[in-house]
Nanobody
Framework: QVQLVESGGGLVQAGGSLRLSCEAS????????MDWYRQGSGKQRDLVAT???????NYANSVKGRFTISRDNAKNTVYLQMNNLKPEDTAVYYC???????????????WGQGTQVTVSS
């Protein structure tokens, strides 16, 4: 069983920074992409950033130049460094990991529990 544990959310003023972490633990054979999503109140869950196993990253237009996604494959951990935060970044942030629990398994999608990020103006 694979578990994702997120940390790093909180309350910050506009212009401030936060760093989110998400560690995958348990029985996992391999990890493909690792992503961060966010969901504002009353809104749909949107992709914020994604990173491949080789380290290639892509970002939503709204966060380009402000957010940086990275990963530590040895620790099965993905990070999201968020700088110059804006009130519109306020949301619950979720990590998503795409991987295989065993060599013979199909790819599965795992979700973290979510961490609240609140940016005050």
């Amino acid at each position: 069983q694979v578990q994702l544990v997120e940390s790093g959310g909180g309350l910050v003023q506009a212009g401030g920074s936060l760093r989110l972490s998400c560690e995958a633990s348990g029985s996992i054979f391999s990890i493909n992409t690792m992503d961060w999503y966010r969901q504002g109140s009353g809104k749909q869950r949107d992709l914020v950033a994604t990173i491949t196993s080789g380290g290639s990253a892509n970002y939503a237009n709204s966060v380009k130049g402000r957010f940086t996604i990275s990963r530590d494959n040895a620790k099965n951990t993905v990070y999201l460094q968020m700088n110059n935060l804006k009130p519109e970044d306020t949301a619950v942030y979720y990590c998503n990991v795409v991987g295989r629990p065993s060599r013979w398994s199909f790819v599965e999608y795992y979700w973290g529990q979510g961490t609240q990020v609140t940016v005050s103006s």
